[in-house]
T-cell receptor, first 114, second 109 residues
Framework: NAGVTQTPKFRILKIGQSMTLQCAQD?????MYWYRQDPGMGLKLIYY???????DKGEVPNGYNVSRSTTEDFPLRLELAAPSQTSVYFC?????????????FGSGTRLTVV | QKEVEQNSGPLSVPEGAIASLNCTYS??????FFWYRQYSGKSPELIMS????GDKEDGRFTAQLNKASQYVSLLIRDSQPSDSATYLC?????????FGKGTSLLVTP
């Protein structure tokens, strides 16, 4: 099993460009998440999904969009990239948070906006 | 805003000693608590989960939970240099987890 797969691992964007960060899981988890991690700042929730067709905003959703057309995939779209979006992005999946509801993380995408 | 607070460190302990990491949280409704370890440049990996008041032991790791005082801690016995990493406390918040900023642990030989 691959677990949670994120692509790309690294990317440099110019201000104003757009891109999609891909995330796929093969564990049949209903819950999927996108977090960003800035140095010394911990993980901040961007968006999450509790199932196909259902998404909701987290703590820092501005400048991002998501979709969840299948259980397996949860892409994160950046429109009009800004330097403030320079960060490391982690996708995660889980069973419902609670008993046995720990996350499986992808390997991360390191994004630099210049 | 539901908060999860950790001392950022660095916490430095000699090899073989006990490392004690602490975390406080603000949401009294939280039911699930996790400790993740994150090496530099890597993704977080689960070390321990705890759901009930008291202690939970797994090898060299012991998680402690006190819901009345709203704190959770992680003890690492016989600390090894390979334990040097950032330790993230995570607390359930609705459908997701809230993470603390992490405590950097350095185990010196």
């Amino acid at each position: 099993n691959a677990g949670v797969t994120q692509t790309p691992k690294f990317r440099i964007l110019k201000i104003g460009q757009s891109m999609t960060l891909q995330c796929a899981q093969d564990m049949n988890h209903n819950y999927m998440y996108w977090y960003r991690q800035d140095p010394g700042m911990g993980l901040k929730l961007i968006y999450y999904s509790v199932g196909a067709g259902i998404t909701d905003k987290g703590e820092v959703p501005n400048g991002y969009n998501v979709s969840r057309s299948t259980t397996e995939d949860f892409p994160l779209r950046l429109e009009l990239a800004a330097p403030s979006q320079t960060s490391v992005y982690f996708c995660a999946s889980s069973q419902p948070v609670g008993q046995e509801g720990s996350y499986t993380f992808g390997s991360g995408t390191r994004l630099t906006v210049v | 805003q539901k908060e999860v607070e950790q001392n950022s460190g660095p916490l430095s302990v000699p090899e073989g000693a006990i490392a004690s990491l602490n975390c406080t949280y603000s949401d009294r409704g939280s039911q699930s608590f996790f400790w993740y370890r994150q090496y530099s440049g890597k993704s977080p990996e689960l070390i321990m989960s705890i759901y009930s008041n008291g202690d939970k032991e797994d090898g060299r790791f012991t998680a402690q939970l006190n819901k009345a005082s709203q704190y959770v801690s992680l003890l690492i016995r016989d600390s090894q240099p390979s334990d040097s990493a950032t330790y993230l406390c995570a607390v359930s918040a609705g459908y997701a987890l809230n993470f603390g900023k992490g405590t950097s642990l350095l185990v010196t030989p």
